[in-house]
T-cell receptor, first 113, second 114 residues
Framework: DAKTTQPNSMESNEEEPVHLPCNHSTISGTDYIHWYRQLPSQGPEYVIHGLTSNVNNRMASLAIAEDRKSSTLILHRATLRDAAVYYCILRLCSGGGADGLTFGKGTHLIIQP | GAGVSQSPSNKVTEKGKDVELRCDPISGHTALYWYRQRLGQGLEFLIYFQGNSAPDKSGLPSDRFSAERTGESVSTLTIQRTQQEDSAVYLC????????????FGPGTRLTVL
């Protein structure tokens, strides 16, 4: 799996937008970009994923650079409940074979009230 | 509907004992994964089951670790002769098994080896 690079931690204020960056310079053409988050004492939960175009869902937006070597997860209006570790992961688009979804250490997002 | 469940939620054992951890995936999910997460670390892939195919065991750290899955249902992760370094949260996830699909994680089993 191609590797990703994320800042160890970020801090933001409640009700402000948050932009979480991820670098994946060795991404291949068949890799999807996935984001998961892990709240304290819970298993990870899916946030969003995309391939080339920007994506929006009820939780967040995903902005993907034109060369796909980086992406940004955008939380439009952070709440205290968004405090978590955010993982940026690359995943082969094919469902066959090993599909381990390798997680790094992620970004620890701290939200200040 | 019900999500992925794992049992027990916590397990404390003595060094050298065997332990079994259970995962009940979401019904209809053909893919099942086991991960290990040490304190303050990211997730470490252990093993992957996809339907009736042979499992991908490439992430198992030693031959003390094994896992089984019956059809597309329950999976059991077994750790024999536990060591203190095995202490971690063991997470199970399941998915539909399609390319790029969402994984659903269970709450994990916290294993402490004394």
């Amino acid at each position: 799996d191609a590797k990703t690079t994320q800042p160890n931690s970020m801090e933001s204020n409640e009700e402000e937008p948050v932009h979480l960056p991820c670098n994946h310079s060795t991404i291949s053409g068949t890799d999807y970009i996935h984001w998961y988050r892990q709240l304290p004492s819970q298993g990870p939960e899916y946030v969003i994923h995309g391939l080339t175009s920007n994506v929006n869902n009820r939780m967040a937006s995903l902005a993907i650079a034109e060369d796909r070597k980086s992406s940004t997860l955008i939380l439009h209006r952070a709440t205290l409940r968004d405090a978590a570790v955010y993982y940026c992961i690359l995943r082969l688009c094919s469902g066959g074979g090993a599909d381990g979804l390798t997680f790094g250490k992620g970004t620890h997002l701290i939200i200040q009230p | 509907g019900a999500g992925v469940s794992q049992s027990p939620s916590n397990k404390v054992t003595e060094k050298g004992k065997d332990v079994e951890l259970r995962c009940d995936p979401i019904s209809g999910h053909t893919a099942l994964y086991w991960y290990r997460q040490r304190l303050g670390q990211g997730l470490e892939f252990l093993i992957y089951f996809q339907g009736n195919s042979a499992p991908d065991k490439s992430g198992l750290p030693s031959d003390r670790f094994s896992a089984e899955r019956t059809g597309e249902s329950v999976s059991t992760l077994t750790i024999q002769r536990t060591q203190q370094e095995d202490s971690a949260v063991y997470l199970c996830a399941s998915s539909l098994g399609l390319g790029g699909d969402e994984k659903f994680f269970g709450p994990g089993t916290r294993l402490t080896v004394l």
